[in-house]
Nanobody, 115 residues
Framework: QVQLVESGGGLVQAGGSLRLSCAAS????????MGWYRQAPGKQRDLVAA???????NYADSVKGRFTISRDSAKNTVYLQMTSLKLEDTAVYYC?????????WGQGTQVTVSS
């Protein structure tokens, strides 16, 4: 069983920045991929960014050029650096980890962007 603990969410003004962290209880290289999803009220949970074990990165079109996913294997932590935040980035952000036969989720962290 893998536990994922997110941190770093909060309230920020439009145009500001936040960095989210996701600490995994095991080695992040035991995962096929790790990523960040978000869910706004009344909407489905969507992929924001993901990184595979081999380092291939994928971003949602809406965050390309503004968000950066990275990892620190020594700390078993994945990060999401968010810049130029927009009102529409407001959501609960969830860390996700995929193995061959299992998928894990963190508890979520709220990001609220104000005008």
């Amino acid at each position: 069983q893998v536990q994922l603990v997110e941190s770093g969410g909060g309230l920020v003004q439009a145009g500001g920045s936040l960095r989210l962290s996701c600490a995994a209880s095991g080695s992040i290289f035991s995962m096929n991929a790790m990523g960040w999803y978000r869910q706004a009220p009344g909407k489905q949970r969507d992929l924001v960014a993901a990184i595979t074990r081999g380092g291939v990165i994928n971003y949602a079109d809406s965050v390309k050029g503004r968000f950066t996913i990275s990892r620190d294997s020594a700390k078993n932590t994945v990060y999401l650096q968010m810049t130029s935040l927009k009102l529409e980035d407001t959501a609960v952000y969830y860390c996700n980890a995929k193995q061959l036969v299992a998928t894990y989720w963190g508890q979520g962290t709220q990001v609220t962007v104000s005008s």
